[in-house]
């Protein structure tokens, strides 16, 4: 069965595991899962919040991504789940390193 992605009334999500990456793009957001990308007027701000920070982080004013999803870093690019290599912002590389690590080590 292939997954599929649905808002509820209440705009929350269901199935978030599969969600790789979120990518703002002008007025919309690109959702991305395996195979599928999707497009949502809804902000990455929203998503985050709809989301929630344990799963989900900022790397870019324009990306969010699943850090379940990541498999390493490499000087300013992350590479996720499906060979998607996304760019690191300067400001937010320290919140991603500590997550990235506590991650693994649970």
Same mark, same amino acid.
């Given at each position: 069965?292939?997954?599929?992605i ?29 195979g599928?990308?999707?497009?949502s ?28 999803? =990541? ?9 996720l ?9 300067? =400001? ?15």
């Amino acid at each position: 069965m292939e997954p599929q992605i649905s808002l509820n009334e209440n705009r929350s999500l269901e199935s978030r595991e599969i969600f790789i990456k979120f990518k703002s793009d002008a007025d919309y957001s690109e959702i991305v899962i395996p195979g599928k990308k999707y497009l949502s007027f809804e902000s990455l701000r929203d998503w985050l919040h709809q989301s929630g920070p344990s799963q989900f982080v900022r790397i870019h004013k324009s990306y969010i991504i699943n850090i379940r999803k =990541t498999e390493r870093m490499a000087g300013n690019q992350i590479y996720l789940q499906g060979d998607i290599v996304i760019p690191i912002g300067r =400001t937010f590389k320290d919140d991603f390193m500590k997550r990235f690590i506590s991650r693994n080590h649970q």
